[in-house]
């Protein structure tokens, strides 16, 4: 058989990895879902022992098959950095691992796969058949056996058992990323072109207005890093943070502020009270959401 230079070079660095498994007396790779061990055409997954150190990222951006891991999050490490190094997406780790939050802290350990997608396990006290897993991601289960190297007769009698896992290619959770700042209550300007009330002519309201009691609690729609906290022209007293997707959120028109530039600041937490300092009729907060590039966006489109 005629190997293509594809599978060659696949086979050669599986070949490398093998060896070096073997001269430490270590077995790094443990067959998934009945995968036969040596199989180097079908997905593996790596599982590192406790004094095995993790696989080299490049393993898992250089092979096309699936490979999973386990990592140890060290210092510096984000969702970004860990997802570009292994060929991966962020809300792929973010999926698999149920991750409320997408700060990592040192030491905490996470696992993490080549390919979009997530890994379901199966709920304590359950079992679903691979038609059942197909339906529930609304997949075609004939990709579902194919990717998790399963045998043919799985799509007729495949059982998977309490805290089995299986790959779901392409499917993702979704996370409440933004809440809305105030609470629940009305919207008394919305975003787009208006006729400003004080200026008195039409110009882009760049955020919405949620008109509340002053010195009602401000919370941070989503956690990040503070970059401003201050006076700041028709805002008034102003804060923005800036997301880990550089995304940010300005919260204006503060009678108060409770956070300091620089901070990190989780979801929820309190950031200020509202007030009607700045350009402003009364007591409410004004709240924007602008992309990387600066350019603000119709808040309502993203607030749960």
Known sequence: MVLSSRWTWDALILALFLGAALLTGACWIHPPLGLTPGMWDEPLILKPGETIPVPDPKL???LDRLLVTTVKVKPGDHLWSLAKSYGTTWDSIRSTNKLDSVTLSPGQKITI??????IYRVGTGHSKSLQDVARLFRQDPTVLAMINGLPGVSLLSGEFKSGEAVFIPNSLLKFPDYILPVGWGPFSSKFGVRFHPLLKYRRLHAGVDMPRPYGTPVRASREGRVIEAGWNGHYGQLVIIKHLDGVTTWYGHLSKIRVSSGAWIKQRQVIGQVGSTGLS?????H???RGRSGRPLNPR???Q
């Open 113 to 118: 796969h080549n390919h979009k997608g997530m």
């Open 301 to 303: 489109k993203y607030l």
């Open 60 to 62: 898992f951006t250089s």
């Open 287 to 289: 709240f924007e959401v």
């Open 281 to 285: 009729t009364g007591p409410h907060l």
